[in-house]
């Protein structure tokens, strides 16, 4: 299953797929779904070792949960970037709108985003009734969150493994921010590693 959220790279269409000599090894995989979220080793294909994975909620189960609490349609990932759009470009920034970028500074490669799905639902209680603009706050403030520490820790695993290509697959690699990201982090710190995603029409940004 796994092997087929890196795969999914080269889709059909020949006019848009990369060729599997574009993969130089050793390479990584950031696999992002609504029931996965693991960073794997790929020494060659059929040689994988699971370096990182989630403690508990994947990134895309967290964007669901947390699109729920602000009364927002399933799925969940792309309203919650909808919205953290409209508050990038409008710059009005609610101060009191917070939230933690859970382990981003753990020595491994793990991940958790059970706590910052918790840390919404406190939040939401804390502020009462929620007008458009802070619900577009805690939106961006979300996608800030779960996109900082999904880049932090896979560039920290690009450094150690001297990968010279990054898959980025699973369902929130739907998410153009995160691609954004991605893409800008790897041309400043690793310019000779290529990244590769795959074109939005495989994906679909929820649950697997």
Known sequence: HMEGHMLSVFPKEKSK??????????????????????????????????????????????????????????????????????????????PRIKLPRPMMYSKDYDFSFSGLKTAVLYLIRDLGKLNKNMKENIAREFEDAVVEVLVSKTMKALSEYKAQTLIVGGGVAASTYLREKITQAVADMFPNTRVMFPTKSCLLYTSD
Do not use: C
Request: no cysteine; glycine share 12%; net charge positive.
């Open 17 to 94: 797929t990369f060729k599997i000599e574009d993969i130089k090894f050793p390479a990584l995989s950031l696999l992002v779904s609504g029931g996965h979220t693991e960073i794997v080793h790929i020494k060659n294909w059929g040689k994988y070792k699971i370096v990182g994975r989630t403690r508990d909620d994947a990134a895309g189960e967290a964007f669901d949960k947390a699109a729920r609490m602000l009364g927002l349609p399933y799925p969940g990932g792309p309203e919650i970037s909808k919205l953290a759009r409209i508050s990038r470009m409008d710059g009005k920034i609610d």
